[in-house]
């Protein structure tokens, strides 16, 4: 009798330990968010270094076959000039990068650091903020104006000659940042002095419908793209606002950004940031799940695009394979092996495998509050997408404990797959593994493990949810972008294409 009252006792204590195990539940609504363009960096080896023919990185992280999946690559238009601090900038440094992108079905773009030294007021294309330089603040002289789109021209017509047909020019790299480096000063109304008077000046037919980006602010400053989206000629000029986050978390900045910009057909790109650079120790799987917060966060704040900074380096995604001398001390890490992906690379695969094409979904977390303080993540993070006949929901566990994950979706799912990373590298840092979806259900519980990032992909129960039908009421007149299949944007849509308009509206349509 005595045998049986303990097991009774211990049956029903481990009952009560499941039932009080914290769950967290997770809604899935049917209301479309933005559509996502893609994921990359910036094609810099080193201090704006260009990688020249030491590409290998780049072959390693862009296309749909390679293990990463970035489709978008940020280059330097450098304004030809020798003899510099810098080295000898030129166009050529990027290009092998370039055509392996575009080879790839990806998207390169150019962003000045800096206009010519002769179009500027201090004389050279140095930002002016150094001794040596007298403090001269360098911007663009207005009697200059009329050169600036001539020249991104002239850049266009050397990369089209050279086998690369750039998809988008930005005005300028951090308008608002006072650099000894290259730099231009440009503030909000000069910007849309420069775009309203003389962006007709682009040559868009000959360089295959070129896109032009908002200069990028160094902190997603709302007066620079107000002052843009204020004017009916510029906004007509801009197809993409941009900007970088230092110091700036995406839900207050980006995000009434893209509030303003998305229902007019803009896309809206995070074109530059590290989230621990210049660090003295390979960065930590709990920095790299920082960057996957970062990176959601983005998405929820209405991003369509989310461009890193360096692709090699320590804290990125490919090692250099070299000390690192940081406060005149250097390190050298032994795991730091050149072109040798990173836990980084593969957080961003997540997003960048999964997510580039995809359509952001409605959720009951959407409207969480940033950190207060960048190095101090929040608990639980999740985000989900729309693709073709899948539903994609990112979760993010920061915790040093599991917990219970219950996800409820739009529609019945039958099948899925779940992508899991734990910053355990003995596990190839993601592990793939089919979902156990014994029968048509709307909802799937999960035992989220701690300090984990984790992507499932569940397939539909029925073709009657896939994209045609995860959509909003259409409208005719609003302007139209068109993706192929793989959600690569395209200029010129020919085939089968996906339609989408302002409002979020997707089809399926033969051009």
Excluded at 473 to 491: E, F, M, N, S, V
């Amino acid at each position: 009798m005595k045998r049986i009252i303990l097991s009774l006792v211990v049956l029903l204590g481990v009952t009560a330990a499941q039932a009080a195990k914290p769950r967290t539940s997770l809604q899935v609504y049917n209301t479309k968010k933005q559509t996502i363009t893609g994921f990359g960096g910036a094609c810099c080896d080193g201090a704006m270094k260009p990688f020249g023919d030491d590409n290998a990185c780049v072959g390693k992280l862009y296309g749909a076959k390679s293990k990463i999946g970035l489709n978008i690559l940020r280059m330097e238009i450098s304004p030809s000039f020798t003899g510099d601090n810098w080295g000898d900038y030129d166009w050529n440094g990027s290009l092998k990068s370039a055509k392996t992108v575009k080879n790839r079905g990806g998207i390169v773009f150019g962003t000045p650091w800096s206009p010519p030294g002769d179009y500027k007021t201090n004389g050279t294309a140095q930002g002016g903020n150094a001794e040596n330089q007298g403090y001269q603040k360098g911007k663009l002289r207005e009697d200059c104006y009329d050169k600036f789109f001539p020249w991104f021209n002239t850049f266009l017509k050397w990369m089209k000659g050279h086998g690369v047909v750039m998809d988008a020019v930005s005005i300028q790299n951090e308008p608002d940042w006072w650099v000894s480096y290259s730099g231009c000063l440009y503030e909000p109304e000069e910007q849309v002095n420069l775009i309203k008077n003389y962006a007709h000046m682009l040559d868009r037919e000959t360089y295959d419908g070129v896109r032009i980006i908002s200069a990028e602010p160094l902190g997603f400053r709302a007066d620079y793209y107000d002052a843009l989206l204020k004017d009916q000629t510029c906004r007509e000029q801009v197809d993409i606002f941009a900007g970088h986050i230092y110091g700036h978390l995406p839900l207050q900045y980006i995000k009434p950004v893209a509030k303003k910009a998305l229902p007019l057909g803009k896309e809206v790109w995070m074109t530059e940031h590290s989230v621990t650079d210049n660090i003295d120790h390979m960065p930590t799987w709990e920095e790299n799940l920082i960057f996957a917060e970062e990176l959601n966060e983005c998405m929820l704040a209405g991003c369509t695009g989310y461009i890193y900074w360096y692709l090699r380096a320590h804290w990125a995604f490919a090692g250099t394979g070299q000390a690192w001398t940081y406060n005149d001390k250097s390190y050298n890490f032994p795991e730091n092996k050149k072109d040798e992906l990173l836990p980084r690379a593969f957080v961003m695969s997540h997003f960048s495998k999964n997510v580039t094409g995809s359509t952001r979904l409605k959720t009951d977390y959407d409207e969480i509050e940033g950190r207060t303080k960048e190095e101090v993540p929040l608990n639980y993070e999740f985000s989900a997408y729309a693709k073709g006949d899948s539903i994609i929901v990112m979760a993010i566990n920061t915790t040093e404990k599991t917990r219970d994950l219950k996800i409820t979706l739009p529609y019945n799912v039958k099948s899925g797959m779940l992508w899991l990373s734990t910053g355990n590298e003995d596990e190839n840092l993601c592990q793939k593994s089919d979902l156990d979806i014994p029968e048509s259900t709307d909802s799937y519980l999960y035992e989220m493990p701690a300090k984990s990032l984790n992507t499932f992909i569940f397939m539909a129960d029925n073709g009657s949810t896939a994209i045609e039908n995860v959509n909003l009421i259409d409208d005719d007149d609003a302007p139209k972008t068109y993706y192929d299949l793989h959600g690569r944007r395209l200029d010129t849509p020919h085939g089968l294409c996906i339609e989408r308009s302002a409002n979020g509206k997707s089809r399926k349509v033969m051009m």
